[in-house]
T-cell receptor, first 112, second 111 residues
Framework: AQTVTQSQPEMSVQEAETVTLSCTYD???????LFWYKQPPSRQMILVIR??????QNATENRFSVNFQKAAKSFSLKISDSQLGDTAMYFC?????????FGEGTQLTVNP | DADVTQTPRNRITKTGKRIMLECSQTKGHDRMYWYRQDPGLGLRLIYY???????NKGEISDGYSVSRQAQAKFSLSLESAIPNQTALYFC??????????FGQGTRLTVV
């Protein structure tokens, strides 16, 4: 079974600074997808970024980028130029076959 | 209108009561899921379904049951609610590559 681990329950960053959220996963599969989801206080789950395991190039979406290290089974999220609206719970997720498995979440607070 | 709609959004119920959470979707996806979110535990899979005749247990299915009434509808039932089922519940649909689309969540409190 796949497992996803987020070792940082809480993080904080100053507005306009850069922050990196960590995620590691365990799998024996070679084809899979990885995701970061954001959950603001409204509790809606919002897709932030997606990475296909077969792609070596790291995904980027505006201020959000990932560092995907397949051999190390690591998938970190970097948020540049942090904004107050980035304050949320962030979940890393692993997808393969029928299952989508989530990490425990990291609560990010952006301070003014 | 939301692509994935859950009802109710919030519910308080008493121990021992039966309760149903409903989910409908307009995404046209075959795959539907129910997750439970607890602080520090992330989202855990309760049940999932690939079509009306295909229902599968997730990692925490005990105490729950589901019904897939149509491609677009997937409901979750607690036959006899207990306090440790107090949580935030999410319904989701998924594409074939695994991207999930979530409902707004149902905050359930069992007293």
């Amino acid at each position: 079974a796949q497992t996803v681990t987020q070792s940082q329950p809480e993080m904080s960053v100053q507005e306009a600074e850069t922050v990196t959220l960590s995620c590691t996963y365990d799998t024996s599969e070679s084809n899979y997808y990885l995701f970061w989801y954001k959950q603001p206080p409204s509790r809606q789950m919002i897709l932030v970024i997606r990475q296909e395991a077969y792609k070596q190039q790291n995904a980027t979406e505006n201020r959000f980028s990932v560092n995907f290290q397949k051999a190390a089974k690591s998938f970190s999220l970097k948020i540049s130029d942090s904004q107050l609206g980035d304050t949320a719970m962030y979940f890393c997720a692993f997808s393969s076959g029928s299952r989508l498995t989530f990490g425990e979440g990291t609560q990010l607070t952006v301070n003014p | 209108d939301a692509d994935v709609t859950q009802t109710p959004r919030n519910r308080i119920t008493k121990t021992g009561k039966r309760i149903m959470l409903e989910c409908s979707q307009t995404k046209g996806h075959d795959r539907m899921y129910w997750y439970r979110q607890d602080p520090g535990l992330g989202l855990r899979l309760i049940y999932y379904s690939f079509d009306v005749k295909d229902i599968n247990k997730g990692e925490i299915s005990d105490g729950y049951s589901v019904s897939r009434q149509a491609q677009a509808k997937f409901s979750l039932s607690l036959e006899s609610a207990i306090p440790n089922q107090t949580a935030l519940y999410f319904c989701a649909t998924r594409t074939l590559i695994g991207e999930a689309f979530f409902g707004q969540g149902t905050r359930l409190t069992v007293v």
